[in-house]
């Protein structure tokens, strides 16, 4: 079994700053078993959307959009990713999913963290 368990996301003024984190739980995370790790966003009316990844090694990749105000980075011994999220803009606003690969078996979503930023 396993579980993700997400949080930090919240009400941010433009400009202002936010980090989501999303934390793996359970057997189904076991040693090794975590491949890549991402960040999708889903505004409403619009569609799901990469934010950020993160591979095993490290690399990142990120959405034009966010470049240089975003940093995915990741914890494999607390099964944890994160984003921290810097110069927010309104158009930013949506519902955050951390999303984890494994390397046997299904990927895990997490339930989703609202983040506004108002103008």
């Known amino acids: 079994q396993g579980q993700l368990a997400e949080s930090g996301g919240g009400l941010v003024q433009a400009g202002g700053s936010l980090r989501l984190s999303c934390a793996a739980s359970?057997?189904?995370?076991?040693?090794?078993?975590?491949?890549?790790m991402g960040w999708y966003r889903q505004a409403p009316g619009k569609q799901r959307e990469l934010v950020a990844a993160?591979?095993?090694?490290?690399?990142?990749n990120y959405v034009d959009s966010v470049k240089g105000r975003f940093t995915i980075s990741r914890d494999n011994a607390k099964n944890a990713v994160y984003l921290q999220m810097n110069s927010l803009k309104p158009e930013d606003t949506a519902v955050y999913y951390c999303?984890?690969?494994?390397?046997?078996?299904?990927?895990?979503w997490g339930q989703g963290t609202q983040v506004t930023v108002s103008s």
């Open positions: 359970g057997s189904n995370f076991g040693i090794n078993n975590i491949n890549a």
């Open positions: 993160i591979t095993r090694g490290g690399r990142t």
């Open positions: 999303k984890i690969d494994r390397v046997i078996g299904p990927e895990y």
